[in-house]
């Protein structure tokens, strides 16, 4: 729920770190776009998300699912050697030499790899959540790109999580699925 809390950098931070003391693990968002910030016109990075926490993993996704940020602690997990070779069609972003937080295109992986996967109730609870906000603004249909949003859940699990909801009378929003075979 990046996208309703990014205004600024500021204020993405800010509820960043309201949303740290929620639960314990990785903090994961997405939606942000830098575009749109108020305060600065760049992309987060390492330093920023380390505001957050420097003790708990940080990964952010923007909201066009090309380039995501981690902060210091994610980096610490990913223990990339000191000289390390770009992966093909993808970027590791570097200041004088050190990942800066900034990942791109095949490069996600690299972080998706160390993320936990949600469970099917995980995500159903997800679709749930995202289903009430939907009905709060009087929205009852949508299109979402869910089958490629989790890369280490295959698109099969995604799809009983609705069929389930559907089946529980649960579903109060009609959801037009983008089936993306290639999503990279």
């Not at 990046?2 to 639960?23: F, I, V």
């Not at 159903?124 to 949003?149: E, H, P, R, W």
């Not at 280490?152 to 089936?179: F, P």
């Amino acid at each position: 729920q990046l996208a309703q809390h990014t205004k600024s950098l500021a204020e993405m931070l800010a509820y960043l770190k309201e949303k740290a003391t929620d639960t314990e693990g990785w903090i994961v968002g997405r939606g942000w776009n830098q575009d749109y910030f108020t305060d600065v016109k760049r992309m987060p990075n390492r330093y920023d998300l380390d505001e957050v926490s420097t003790e708990r993993p940080i990964c952010i996704v923007r909201c066009c699912g090309h380039g995501l940020v981690v902060n210091s602690k994610a980096l610490e997990l990913l223990n990339l050697p000191e000289s390390f070779e770009q992966p093909e069609g993808g970027c590791v972003e570097l200041e004088e030499g050190v990942p800066n937080g900034r990942f791109y295109d095949n490069a996600l992986d690299l972080i998706y790899a160390l993320i936990p996967a949600p469970t099917k109730n995980d995500i159903k609870n997800m679709i749930l959540t995202a289903c009430k906000k939907l009905n709060s603004y009087g929205i009852t249909s949508c299109q979402t790109d869910d089958y490629c949003a989790f890369p280490n859940v295959d698109w099969s699990v995604i799809h009983e999580a609705y069929k389930e909801l559907e089946a529980e009378g649960k579903l109060t929003v009609r959801i037009y699925e983008q089936s993306n075979q290639n999503y990279r």
